[in-house]
C-alpha cells in the first residue's frame, strides 16, 4: 500500500509521477523554462486524480540532480518544501541513475552511460551496471568532465562489451558515443516515473530521510549546499 509522490525538473525535462500500490500515474513535459509553474500543479491534479492529499503519502522523492543548477534547485526545494509541510520523509535519486534505468530497459543491455550537457565544455557523466534485481547501480563516481575525458573514463569502467548510451551530452558532443561504441537510447532526459520506482526501492530499504538531509547534487560546486559551519571547518583544516 505504499504511495510516494516523486518530481523532477533537474533538466529540460519537468515531469510528476505517483506511485500508489503497485502502479504509476505521471505527467510529463518539456519546458525548460516552465519547472517553476508547471510542477506544483502537475502534483495536485495527480493527487486529486488519486483521491489523496500530501498528508496520505509514505513519502516524497525528488531528482536530485546533476543537471542545470536552476532546475536542479526548484525540484528539490519543492519537494523539501512539500514534505515538510507534510510531515512526511524525502528520498534523492540520481538523474543519471533515472535515464541509465530507462535506458537499460529500453536497450535490455547491462551496461549504460548517461552523461548530461553541464555546459562549459563538460559532461556530467555516470557509467552503470545492472545489479540482480534489474536497478543501475553507479560504477566509480558521478563525475563532471571534458567529453574526450569522459569518454576514457566511462570505457575504463565498462566491462568491454556494449552499452547503453542515453543523455543531452552525446547530442552535445557526439565523439563521446563514437568513442564508447555503444547503443544510443531513444530517451534522453530523466521522468518522475522512473524516478519514482527507484524511489520506492530505496523507500523498502530504509532511505527515506528527513527533508532537511537531501541536498542538490551539483558536483561542479559542492561547496554550495554546505552548511555554513562545515565551510568553516574546510577552511580551518586548509589553514592547518
Not at 530504509?206 to 559551519?229: F, N, S
Request: aromatic letters at 6%; a negative charge.
Amino acid at each position: 500500500m505504499t504511495k510516494i509522490l516523486a518530481v523532477d525538473t533537474a533538466t529540460e525535462a519537468c515531469s510528476a509521477a505517483l506511485f500508489i500500490d503497485g502502479r504509476i500515474i505521471s505527467e510529463k513535459e518539456v519546458a525548460p523554462q516552465g519547472h517553476t509553474r508547471l510542477l506544483l500543479p502537475m502534483t495536485d491534479r495527480l493527487l486529486k486524480e488519486a483521491g489523496l492529499n500530501l498528508r496520505d503519502l509514505d513519502a516524497l522523492a525528488a531528482g536530485r540532480g546533476p543537471g542545470s543548477f536552476t532546475g536542479v534547485r526548484i525540484g528539490v526545494s519543492m519537494a523539501q518544501g512539500l514534505a515538510y509541510g507534510a510531515g512526511k520523509p524525502l528520498i534523492g535519486i540520481s538523474d543519471l541513475m533515472v535515464m541509465a534505468f530507462q535506458a537499460l530497459e529500453e536497450t535490455g543491455l547491462n551496461e549504460a552511460v548517461a552523461a548530461i550537457d553541464a555546459r562549459m565544455g563538460e559532461v556530467y557523466v555516470g557509467v552503470f551496471r545492472k545489479d540482480p534485481e534489474g536497478f543501475p547501480e553507479l560504477l566509480g563516481e558521478e563525475r563532471v568532465l571534458a567529453p574526450e575525458i569522459a569518454a576514457a573514463y566511462a570505457g575504463e569502467l565498462l566491462s568491454g562489451n556494449q552499452a547503453a548510451l542515453t543523455g543531452t551530452g552525446f547530442a552535445a558532443y557526439p565523439r563521446i558515443g563514437e568513442v564508447l561504441n555503444g547503443i544510443p537510447a531513444a530517451e534522453n532526459l530523466p521522468w518522475a516515473d522512473t524516478l519514482a520506482r527507484l524511489a520506492l526501492r530505496d523507500y523498502e530499504q530504509g532511505l527515506a530521510r528527513a527533508p532537511g538531509e537531501i541536498l542538490p547534487v551539483y558536483i561542479r560546486d559542492q561547496v554550495t549546499w554546505k552548511k555554513v559551519a562545515e565551510q568553516e571547518l574546510e577552511r580551518q583544516q586548509r589553514r592547518g
